[in-house]
């Protein structure tokens, strides 16, 4: 898939989401990576033999104290290869964007992965 292609179903996932829900993040930058790197899979806890879709770089909301300011934006990757490889069509790769992008948003709010599957985000 195109870059461009996938770039949109990153944005078209993002605008899927509740206003509600889009208004509370804030200084986040979400980008498109082609896969992640032995640093992001070391932050992810995972080994090589695992499929990292996404991953979000920052401090969650909750861990946030009085003095967190003045810092750069938070950062959530989504990994185009590890996506595409999982998936067969345009609609299941559609689907999985817009899931990892849900999963990754839970992290900034700081919902665990064991909370997001519970809820049926990845």
């Known amino acids: 898939m195109e870059r461009e292609h996938f770039r949109e179903l990153v944005h078209e996932a993002v605008e899927s989401l509740p206003r509600e829900l889009l208004m509370r993040v804030q200084n986040v930058d979400i980008v498109i990576e082609w896969r992640p790197t032995a640093q992001d899979r070391h932050a992810a806890?995972?080994?090589p033999g695992s499929t990292l879709l996404g991953l979000y770089h920052g401090v969650p909301l909750p861990d946030r104290g009085e003095n967190y300011n003045l810092v750069l934006p938070d950062k959530i990757s989504i990994?185009?290869?590890?996506?595409?490889s999982i998936c067969r069509t345009d609609d299941e790769v559609r689907e999985q964007v817009r899931t990892t992008?849900?999963?990754?948003?839970?992290?900034y709010f700081g919902i665990d992965d064991d909370r997001l599957h519970e809820l049926g985000m990845g």
């Open 101 to 107: 992008v849900l999963h990754e948003i839970g992290h």
């Open 45 to 47: 806890g995972i080994g």
């Open 79 to 84: 990994y185009q290869g590890p996506i595409e």
